[in-house]
């Protein structure tokens, strides 16, 4: 392996480490009120209004899924949401998640798995809408995932992108500096580096919305066109 492998295996394995040992108090940080409840408010507006406009039921992949707190909140589309699957690479985090949906209605329309943003175990083409919530920054090859985010959305289908906004003073503070200082081992995209990965993965438009400000984050909306 060479060293610029030996490195993107480091980092691979840093997260790991990282969000096995969070996965026990995950749902009760204060990062859930700053940062993860505010994306996942944002992501289900969206799909609110992509229902009311007559998207029919959907599948729907969320990649980064932690503890499934997003899409158990999908399922009170009803029986709008086709199905859900949770995509992490943490066992523990699945284990919190199938923990909670057990309690859910609807859960036999949940799925979670253990994998690799970068090597996604599911048929091209398979989804209609596919969410990444604030793990984006932990993958290293960020360009593999975006491709592969794009392998598995079919024609018409939308990925919603969300990751904290380092292109100001304060989000460079916060994710540039402090955050790259504790976790190591990751990169928050600017909104440029954002669309250049997304267009090149073959997204044919990418719609971008900054929102917070402590901490600030940006939405990608990423479609493919019929």
């Known amino acids: 392996m060479s060293r610029q492998g030996d490195h993107r295996h480091e980092w691979k394995q840093s997260a790991h480490v990282h969000f096995q040992r969070w996965a026990h108090h995950y749902d009760r940080g204060m990062i859930n009120i700053l940062l993860f409840n505010p994306s ?9 209004h992509w229902l009311r406009r007559g998207w029919e039921p959907i599948r729907i992949l969320d990649i980064g899924c932690g503890t ?8 009170a589309f009803g029986d709008r949401i086709r199905s859900g ?24 329309r949940l799925a979670f798995t253990l994998g690799d943003a970068e090597h996604l175990p599911f048929p091209e083409a398979y989804f209609d809408l596919i969410t990444c919530c604030n793990s984006f920054h932990h993958y ?21 992108l969300i990751d904290g906004c380092r292109d ?32 090149q993965a073959g997204f044919d438009t990418v719609d971008q919305r900054v929102f917070g400000i ?13």
């Open 214 to 226: 402590c901490p600030p984050a940006i939405m990608n909306i990423a479609g493919v066109e019929k």
């Open 85 to 108: 699957f949770g995509l992490d690479m943490s066992e523990n985090m699945l284990h919190y998640a199938r923990e909670k949906a057990q309690l859910c209605d609807g859960q036999d």
């Open 40 to 48: 996942h408010r944002r992501v289900l507006a969206q799909i609110r």
């Open 68 to 75: 499934g707190t997003l899409l158990m909140h999908c399922l």
């Open 140 to 160: 290293p090859h960020q360009d593999r995932a975006a491709g592969e985010m794009r392998r598995v959305l079919r024609p018409g289908g939308r990925l919603i």
């Open 168 to 199: 100001d003073p304060l989000g460079h503070f916060i994710f540039d500096i402090c955050v790259a200082r504790a976790e190591n081992h990751v990169h928050h995209c600017s909104a440029r580096r954002f669309e250049r990965l997304l267009t």
